[in-house]
């Protein structure tokens, strides 16, 4: 499929696909930082008759019905906005596809995985409809990554997130340390 870019008020070059191009230069679009440089959203004010309403390109492409939401499959800094690479979701729905937010206390570089000191295994676990389910403990934290890849892929659907498990060698079997 075909597409162009797009250039916001601020000069910034967004990827959309050609047959859409029309009905979307017709309005003035900006970027909108939502927290980190990488992480952007190109919205736009419309005049309705209930007054004026800011909607982001996907919004306007796609017109979700009322509770869904659009979001891109792949973030890519938030600037393509072709319909291959839009979904609309529920917010529950997105957060599955969402890799794992890494913190301070995180003790596991993959999404579903945590290592028990007490054990001194890794243990992986699904989160499905609130309700925390078991996967089992493992020696190795990859084996415990692709417990949960399986999972998310038996639950969710071809949409869930996937661990990117690099290759790992036997004597790394337990946590250094």
């Not at 009322?66 to 729905?93: A, F, Q, S």
């Not at 999972?151 to 071809?158: D, I, P, V």
Request: hydrophobic share 30%; glycine share 6%; charged share 35%.
């Amino acid at each position: 499929m075909s597409w162009k870019y797009l250039i916001t008020r601020e000069g910034v070059k967004v990827k959309v696909d050609a047959e859409d191009y029309e009905k979307i230069k017709k309005h003035s679009w900006r970027v909108k930082n939502l927290g980190k440089p990488q992480k952007q959203s190109v919205i736009t004010s419309l005049r309705t008759p209930k007054g004026v309403r800011t909607m982001t390109l996907g919004q306007f492409l796609l017109r979700p019905p009322k509770g869904l939401h659009v979001y891109p499959r792949r973030w890519n800094g938030g600037l393509d906005y072709r319909k291959e690479n839009l979904i609309v979701c529920t917010m529950k729905e997105r957060q599955r596809m969402l890799p794992k937010r890494r913190s301070a206390k995180s003790t596991s570089r993959y999404k579903g995985v945590t290592f028990i000191k007490k054990k001194n295994c890794w243990r992986a676990r699904i989160e499905v409809d609130g309700k925390t389910l078991f996967l089992g403990d493992f020696p190795v934290e990859e084996e415990a990554a692709m417990a949960y890849n399986k999972a998310a892929r038996k639950y969710f659907g071809s949409m869930a997130y996937q661990n990117q498990v690099s290759p790992y060698k036997k004597e790394r079997r337990k946590k250094a340390a």
